[in-house]
């Protein structure tokens, strides 16, 4: 899903009016190499082992349509942002989220039945013991949707999704504060491409 900004960004020209700048698609395009180049250092693999997969796996293309399906996904939900009325990217993140839930908790329901009984109570009491920790995860996955939708809302498309890139950035730091992961030295020049490609755009 590393590409899906490049899908949005071609498919918000025509569908949202939204023209890229020069400086800022260049901003995107070096996001994506940034996130392509984390993706190497963290598996450890040659500068061209990515691009081989593409040809040698057969589920890699499966991973291209859905990267495309993912940026559909965000124009149309800029589309939507904008026929509400006063646009509110709030309402319309409670509403997709709504309807996300409304889709998977059959499948919830499902595989929780086909798991023995010792492996659901595991799981629960997994959750009771760190509940704390459940609570905070929650509230702030249900915190950020508001900010992302705000952003899709106010911002071009093409832009926001590739700054959203930068959650993997992020993600290394507080990998490494809160679980004491190591290899950020390994993982610091994608990191570093991906923050001049995000200062290309937002500036």
């Not at 590393?2 to 400086?23: D, Y």
């Not at 061209?48 to 997969?53: I, M």
């Not at 705000?150 to 926001?160: D, E, K």
Request: positive net charge; proline residues 5%; hydrophobic residues 55%.
């Amino acid at each position: 899903l590393t590409f899906n900004p490049a899908f949005t960004l071609l498919l918000a020209w025509p569908a949202l009016g939204e023209v890229p700048g020069l400086r800022q698609t260049i901003g995107v395009a070096v996001v994506l190499f940034g996130a392509y180049v984390l993706d190497v250092e963290e598996a450890r693999t040659g500068a061209l082992a990515p691009l081989r997969v593409l040809v040698e796996r057969p589920g890699t293309l499966l991973a291209l349509i859905a990267s495309a399906l993912w940026g559909v996904t965000t124009v149309l939900e800029k589309l939507a942002i904008e026929h509400v009325t006063p646009p509110s990217g709030p309402l319309v993140a409670l509403l997709g989220t709504a309807l996300l839930v409304v889709l998977l908790t059959p499948g919830a329901f499902w595989s929780s039945k086909r798991t023995d009984a010792s492996t659901s109570r595991g799981t629960w009491g997994g959750l009771r013991t760190h509940a704390g920790i459940f609570m905070v995860a929650a509230l702030i996955a249900g915190v950020a949707p508001l900010f992302g939708f705000s952003a899709i809302a106010f911002g071009l498309v093409g832009y926001v999704t590739a700054l959203f890139k930068l959650s993997a950035v992020l993600t290394i730091l507080w990998a490494k504060l809160f679980l004491g992961e190591g290899n950020v030295r390994q993982r610091l020049l994608g990191a570093v491409v991906m923050v001049v490609g995000g200062i290309l755009i937002a500036v």
